[in-house]
C-alpha cells in the first residue's frame, strides 16, 4: 500500500466512511456497522506495524456494540439509529479525539510511524499532533451537529449529511498533510 496511506489516521477512518456511506439508507445502519467492523479488523490485520491504535480500537468497540444493539433490539426498536447515526457515530469520534489529548493524541500514534524515533519527543512534534487532533475532534463534533440539525431541519439534509461534512473532511486531510511538513520547515535552522 502506499506509504501516506499506511502512516495517516485516513485509514483508520476507513471503517467509518464505509458505515456513513451504508447507513444513509433506512434500516442499513446494522449492515454498516458489521461492514465498519469487518473492514477494521482487515485493515488492522493487513496494517498490522505497532500494534492497535486508539482509532482501531474504538473503531471496533463501537461498531461490535452498534451491530450487537441492531441485533438484540430487533427491527422494531432500532429506528432511532436511522435518525441518529450520523450524530452518534461522529460524536463517538469527537469524543475519541478530545479524551485522546489528555494521555496520547491519536494523531501521534500514526505520525510515530514515519517519524525518527528522535523527533518524538521534541515539543515541535508534540504540538503538532496536539493541533491535529484537536483539528479532528473539532471536524468530528461538526459533523455530529451536522447530523442533528439534519434531523430537524430535513429540508437541510443535502448540506448538513453531505455537502459541508464532506468539504470539511477533505480540508481536514488536507490540513493532516500540510501542517506538518510546515511545521518541520519553520523549526528547521536558517
Known amino acids: ?10 485509514v483508520g477512518f476507513v471503517p ?16 454498516g456497522a458489521l461492514c465498519a467492523v469487518l473492514s ?8 498490522g506495524r505497532g500494534g492497535p491504535r486508539l ?7 463501537f461498531f ?6 441492531g441485533v438484540v433490539l430487533g427491527a422494531t426498536d432500532r429506528d432511532w439509529m436511522d435518525t441518529y447515526a450520523t450524530t452518534l457515530s461522529s460524536g463517538v469520534l469527537a469524543v475519541m479525539a478530545l479524551v485522546s489529548m489528555a494521555f496520547t493524541p ?3 500514534q500514526y505520525a510515530k510511524m514515519d517519524r525518527p524515533l528522535q523527533d518524538w519527543e521534541k515539543p515541535a512534534f508534540r504540538q503538532t ?4 487532533t484537536l483539528m479532528w475532534a473539532l471536524v468530528f463534533a461538526l459533523i455530529s451537529t451536522l447530523g442533528f440539525v439534519a434531523t430537524r431541519v430535513p429540508e437541510t439534509v443535502d448540506w448538513t449529511n453531505w455537502v459541508i461534512p464532506v468539504v470539511v473532511i477533505v480540508g481536514a486531510v488536507g490540513m493532516t ?8 520547515e519553520r523549526a528547521r535552522p536558517t
Open 106 to 108: 491519536f494523531t501521534e
Open 64 to 69: 461490535v456494540a452498534v451491530t450487537a444493539a
Open 177 to 184: 498533510q500540510a501542517y506538518p511538513a510546515r511545521v518541520r
Open 40 to 47: 477494521a479488523i482487515i485493515l488492522g490485520i493487513s496494517m
Open 129 to 132: 499532533n496536539r493541533v491535529l
Open 16 to 31: 467509518w466512511i464505509i458505515y456513513w456511506v451504508v447507513a444513509e439508507g433506512p434500516s442499513t445502519w446494522m449492515f
Open 1 to 10: 500500500m502506499d506509504e501516506w496511506f499506511e502512516h495517516s489516521p485516513f
Open 55 to 61: 482509532l482501531e480500537l474504538v473503531t471496533i468497540g
